[in-house]
């Protein structure tokens, strides 16, 4: 089983920036896939961004521009940089982590960080 922790989240004013990151349990780390997914009141668990292993990372358009995904695979981390903050952005932040062995898919979740954008 792989332990996923997340952290930095809070309150920031719209325009700010927020920097959250996700520590992994699992040496294996770097074969995995990572994202982070939001889920705002109301709202089902949508994809916010992703990186695989090899370092190609996917966007959701409402978030290009504004936010950048990262990796550091020596310390099993993974990063999200929030830029120009919208209201809008406000939501619970999960990390993901997914991958495959010998025909099987596995994801994990984490149990998220709120962030809230309000003045």
């Known amino acids: 089983q792989v332990q996923l922790v997340e952290s930095g989240g809070g309150l920031v004013q719209p325009g700010g920036s927020l920097r959250l990151s996700c520590a992994a349990s699992?040496?294996?780390?770097?074969?995995?896939?990572m994202g982070w997914y939001r889920q705002g009141p109301g709202k089902q668990r949508e994809l916010v961004a992703s990186?695989?292993?090899?370092?190609?990372?996917n966007y959701v358009d409402f978030v290009k521009g504004r936010f950048t995904i990262s990796r550091d695979n020596a310390k099993n981390t993974v990063n999200l940089q929030m830029n120009s903050l919208k209201p809008e952005d406000t939501a619970v932040y999960y990390c993901?982590?997914?991958?495959?062995?010998?025909?099987?898919?596995?994801?994990?979740w984490g149990q998220g960080t709120q962030v809230t954008v309000s003045s």
């Open positions: 993901n982590a997914q991958f495959s062995v010998l025909g099987t898919s596995y994801t994990f």
């Open positions: 699992k040496s294996i780390f770097s074969t995995y896939t």
């Open positions: 990186i695989t292993s090899s370092g190609i990372t």
